[in-house]
């Protein structure tokens, strides 16, 4: 463990854009994680995981510290499930593959979500009908003020759409270390209703689908539409999708009748903020070096040697535009720092 200096943060963050951090230290246990944090020479920290849901817009004048923490372990199991433990810096995607590979069910939805375990509670991760929360049983973090860990349970995390009591109350005072998921051992509880993951078994030929088969559909499908990070800097979706009312929904109707949507509550209805994005004009958009995907609006790309306030200029150009338009207001999913 050593402190550097100047480092840029280009291949920390999955936007690849070329930030520096004026102090950097990458972490790979507790202890050195504890040790870092009690260095008086450096009052201002900032924590990095995974880099995959931010936009950075400046260099970090603050000790960058790099959640490292690797390690799966079994804590318990039962004769239908078992409970496992992931450390903040097991690569979400590969910790899937991992529950794949050892034919535990209930995160096959999620395959190919960038980012680390450590960050994924943060933003109630989920996709093709499936959240975190479905499966999470607790996580423990290192809480800033007392340096002691502490555990959440699901109920304890507050847990909503893309949100929970760590972008809220918790805000940056704690680091998520690890977490403990449920999943199943056997008979499991496949969702392959949502978006296109029945059509995608259909062409891959599958009638009866396995776990792993889901999610070879669902990686298909998000590599068809999603751009690899490794290629073309982004973030995945930078967008939530909007909840609206039911009443606001049948106005849109009336001008949009094939305004797709999702039911949340009976009251309540769920906008594809894609579909807002492509019909406002946006989608395949370029602006000089950075744009919108041209196979998924969700998705804000840096083609190379983009600003991160070039970004953030451009999300605001499209929220104001689908205010226009559909008079709603739609989020940023990332954090801009």
Aim: aromatic share 10%; proline share 3%.
């Amino acid at each position: 463990m050593r402190v550097q200096h100047n480092i840029s943060l280009k291949k920390y963050n999955t936007f690849g854009l070329d930030v520096a951090a004026k102090h950097f230290v990458s972490v790979a246990t507790v202890d050195q994680l504890l040790d870092v944090l009690k260095l008086d020479n450096y009052q201002d920290k900032f924590i990095l995981g995974g880099g995959s849901n931010m936009l950075l817009t400046k260099d970090i004048d603050a000790l960058v510290i790099h959640i490292n923490l690797k390690g799966i372990s079994i804590e318990k199991e039962t004769d239908t499930h078992v409970y496992v433990k992931a450390n903040a810096g097991e690569n979400w995607h590969e910790f899937v593959l991992w529950t794949l590979n050892n034919n535990f069910g209930g995160l096959e939805n999620m395959s190919l979500i960038p980012g680390n375990v450590g960050t994924s509670p943060i933003q109630n991760i989920g996709a093709y009908g499936v959240e975190l929360k479905d499966n999470f049983v607790s996580c423990e973090a290192l809480n800033l003020s007392t340096l002691k860990l502490d555990s959440f349970n699901k109920e304890a995390c507050e847990f909503g759409y893309r949100n929970s009591i760590f972008k809220n109350q918790a805000k940056g005072k704690y680091i998520i270390t690890s977490v403990v998921f449920k999943l199943t051992k056997k008979k499991h509880n496949l969702q392959t209703n949502y978006g296109a993951i029945q059509s995608q078994l259909e062409i891959m030929g599958v009638v009866h689908p396995t776990i792993k088969e889901v999610s070879k559909a669902v990686i298909a499908i998000r590599q068809s539409k999603l751009p690899n990070p490794k290629e073309i800097g982004n973030s995945g979706s930078f967008f939530k999708n909007p909840i609206i009312s039911l009443e606001e929904f049948e106005k849109l109707k009336e001008n949009f009748p094939t305004i797709p949507s999702y039911k949340v509550s009976g009251k309540k209805i769920k906008i594809p903020a894609g579909w807002l994005i492509e019909t406002a004009g946006f989608k395949g958009k370029t602006f000089g070096n950075y744009g919108v995907h041209k196979n998924q609006a969700l998705v804000l790309v840096n083609y190379g040697g983009a600003k991160g306030e070039d970004i953030v200029n451009l999300s605001k150009l499209i929220q104001k535009t689908i205010y226009r338009i559909f008079k709603i207001s739609i989020e940023a999913e990332v954090n801009i720092i």
